[in-house]
């Protein structure tokens, strides 16, 4: 079992959660945009709590299966962030670097084992 603070799929995940915090706390959301904004977040919280999850068990069955929703979870957020970006509340070369964060986790939980 791995103290999931010191893993580096766990950091890419929170690096990536906390930029994203950074640049959607400068933007001016209307209230129609607001409930887009949380479902953001949420679910790249939701990545990171997963991986965490992952790789605190020990059954190892079901530590994979967590693994395998996390890219899940990623793909929830690709989504949620292109709607973000849509919408106008992320510019084209922030949404393009997260976008980019978020690919290369997926391919990094993809090939964890």
């Known amino acids: 079992m791995v103290n999931f603070h010191e893993h580096k799929l766990w950091q890419a995940s929170y690096v990536t959660l906390m930029d994203l915090h950074t640049a959607l706390e400068t ?3 209307d209230p129609h945009d607001r ?3 949380n479902d953001l977040l949420e679910s790249a919280e939701i ?3 997963t991986i965490a999850d992952s790789l605190t068990r020990r059954d190892q069955r ?4 967590l693994m395998v929703d996390a890219v899940g979870e990623v793909a929830k957020t690709r989504t949620h962030m292109a709607v973000a970006w849509g919408r106008g509340l992320l510019d084209d070369e922030t949404f393009k670097k997260l976008d ?5 986790l997926s391919g990094s939980l993809q090939s964890y084992r």
């Open 100 to 104: 980019g964060k978020y690919d290369s």
């Open 27 to 29: 933007v001016d959301v």
């Open 35 to 37: 409930e887009v904004v």
């Open 47 to 49: 990545v990171a709590a």
């Open 62 to 65: 079901m530590a994979h299966d």
